[in-house]
């Protein structure tokens, strides 16, 4: 069947680090989306993919970076890891543009603390 | 900036009571949509609501869609310790032929005590 995996699932890191969560979709989906989320703000959008060599800023993209050099993969970089930055992160994929809605399919999170 | 007010935050229940979760924006949405996240998982879409207006049930579930498409609602009939988990609405805008992004409200922590 087809999915969306995230690793690890579990993070412990030191403050300076350079941290990469991975994602990786089967489902073929042109769109991908890193989402970080915090009690009492729901999901805020981190960085988001097109397609590939597509990347875009989010909402909150300062300290973060994202690649993307294949369909199924979209790794989220922490250039050096900051306490603000402990969260659980989601990624997410959809299938395709030209429509006005599309169901966004989420990986398991990643919990990430940082020390 | 939230874009997206839920309302309540957290809401604790008796099995076999009724509720209602709002969400609310002063922005138009071309859609929205009604996810449920279970603890150590990811957001699941419940339904995508599109008219203004409209109404779609989903068994005991009840989504609304405000008519100037800013406010939603998700009623819940009987609820069941099955139901408990956390409530997301998202909305997205149409634009350039695509509305591909999400913006997405706070969150509705609903709890059902048996």
């Known amino acids: 069947d087809a999915e969306i995996t995230q690793s690890p699932r579990h993070k412990i890191t030191e403050t300076g680090r350079q941290v990469t969560l991975a994602c990786h979709q089967t489902?073929?989906?042109?769109?991908m989306f890193w989402y970080r989320q915090d009690l009492g703000h729901g999901l805020r959008l981190i960085h988001y993919?097109?397609?590939?060599?597509?990347?875009n800023k989010g909402e909150v993209s300062d300290g973060y970076s994202v690649s993307r050099s294949n369909t199924e993969d979209l790794p989220l970089t922490l250039e050096s890891a900051a306490s603000s930055q402990t969260s659980v992160y989601f990624c997410?994929?959809?299938?395709?543009?030209?429509?006005?809605?599309?169901?966004?399919?989420f990986g398991p999170g990643t919990r990430l603390t940082v020390l | 900036t939230q874009l997206l007010e839920q309302s309540p935050q957290f809401l604790s229940i008796q099995e076999g009571e009724n509720l209602t979760v709002y969400c609310n924006s002063s922005?138009?949405?071309?859609?929205l949509q009604w996810y449920r996240q279970e603890p150590g998982e990811g957001p699941v879409l419940l339904v995508t609501?599109?008219?203004?207006?409209e109404v779609k049930k989903l068994k005991r579930l009840t989504f609304q869609f405000g008519d100037a498409r800013k406010d939603s609602s998700l009623h819940i009939t009987a609820a069941q310790p099955g139901d408990t988990g956390l409530y997301l609405c998202?909305?997205?805008?149409?634009?350039?032929?695509?509305?591909?992004?999400?913006?997405f409200g706070s969150g509705t922590q609903l709890t059902v005590l048996p």
């Open positions: 997410a994929s959809s299938k395709r543009s030209g429509v006005p809605y599309n169901e966004q399919f």
């Open positions: 489902w073929n989906h042109n769109n």
């Open positions: 993919s097109y397609g590939v060599q597509d990347t």
């Open positions: 922005s138009v949405f071309s859609s």
């Open positions: 609501v599109v008219t203004g207006g």
């Open positions: 998202a909305g997205a805008r149409y634009s350039s032929g695509s509305a591909r992004q999400l913006t």
